[in-house]
């Protein structure tokens, strides 16, 4: 579904990444994991057409999207929810859900697609007319999600998803990724907590400094040694 041939992005004098190659299977929840500053989020913004490229290629399920401006990357069905939530703390819950569905004109289809997160997090349905920036932070991720999920993608970019959130509702969110995917939505999941993405993904990608240094099964990279004193605690 989403090739990535030797991404390159530099901020200035700095080479971010350093020509990644990687790919995602449809069905799949591929994750990408790292120390702060290896490049993930980076990743995930060259592939959404957010940040300027400095070479390499994206193709999305047979079509060269590297040169599409963003809204049309989302258009096409491949949604980010960045890190850091970015919701419209100004706006109600209702309104944030409209916001993630503006690239569609199918009405009752969004309509339909409100209930349907509304279903996958009640506590947005009590808050629907709230405004957004008075939420709890695990509520605004729910919200931040929900919005990327209202614009129907087929392939969905988390980035740091579980960030900030106590422990309980990051159990939450993680079931929560299993059940988008398991509806039909492929996902590619970058996130610090690497025990919990390797526990849900069927692949991972090791990023450091710019660059993938090891990939394998998820089985295979949470056995690896190194992996382990890295990226998991020495368990």
């Given at each position: 579904?989403?090739k990535?041939k030797?991404?390159t992005?530099?901020y ?13 299977a449809?069905?799949?929840?591929i ?11 980076t990743t995930l913004?060259g592939i959404?057409?957010?940040i300027?490229?400095a ?5 999305f ?5 590297s ?5 049309r ?5 491949l949604v ?5 939530r ?8 209702r309104?944030?859900?409209e ?5 569609r004109?199918?009405y ?5 697609d409100m209930e349907?997160?509304f279903?996958?997090f009640?506590?947005l ?19 931040a999600m929900?919005r990327?999920?209202?614009a129907?993608p087929?392939?969905?970019?988390l980035?740091?998803p579980?960030?900030g ?7 939450e969110?993680f079931a929560?990724i ?5 509806a039909?939505t492929?996902i590619l999941?970058v996130e ?5 993405a390797?526990?849900?993904?069927a692949r991972?990608?090791i990023?450091e400094?710019g ?14 040694d190194?992996?382990?004193t890295?990226?998991?605690g020495g368990?």
């Amino acid at each position: 579904m989403l090739k990535v041939k030797n991404l390159t992005v530099h901020y200035g004098a700095i080479r971010a990444l350093r020509g990644i190659s990687f790919e995602v299977a449809q069905g799949e929840i591929i994750t990408l994991i790292g120390s702060n500053g290896a490049g993930k989020s980076t990743t995930l913004n060259g592939i959404s057409n957010v940040i300027r490229k400095a070479g390499g290629s994206v193709v999305f399920d047979g079509t060269d999207i590297s040169a599409l401006p963003p809204d049309r990357v989302v258009a096409a069905g491949l949604v980010q929810v960045p890190e850091g939530r970015r919701i419209f703390a100004n706006l109600t819950v209702r309104e944030n859900l409209e916001m993630g569905a503006y690239t569609r004109r199918d009405y009752s289809g969004i309509r339909a697609d409100m209930e349907v997160v509304f279903g996958i997090f009640p506590r947005l349905k009590e808050r629907s007319r709230q405004v957004a920036g008075t939420l709890s932070g695990g509520e605004q991720q729910m919200l931040a999600m929900s919005r990327g999920l209202m614009a129907k993608p087929r392939l969905l970019l988390l980035d740091e998803p579980s960030m900030g959130l106590a422990p309980i509702l990051v159990d939450e969110i993680f079931a929560v990724i299993r059940r988008i995917n398991a509806a039909g939505t492929t996902i590619l999941l970058v996130e610090q907590n690497a025990f919990k993405a390797l526990g849900i993904a069927a692949r991972g990608y090791i990023l450091e400094t710019g660059e993938i240094v090891k990939s394998g099964s998820a089985a295979e990279l949470m056995t690896d040694d190194a992996v382990k004193t890295a990226y998991l605690g020495g368990n």
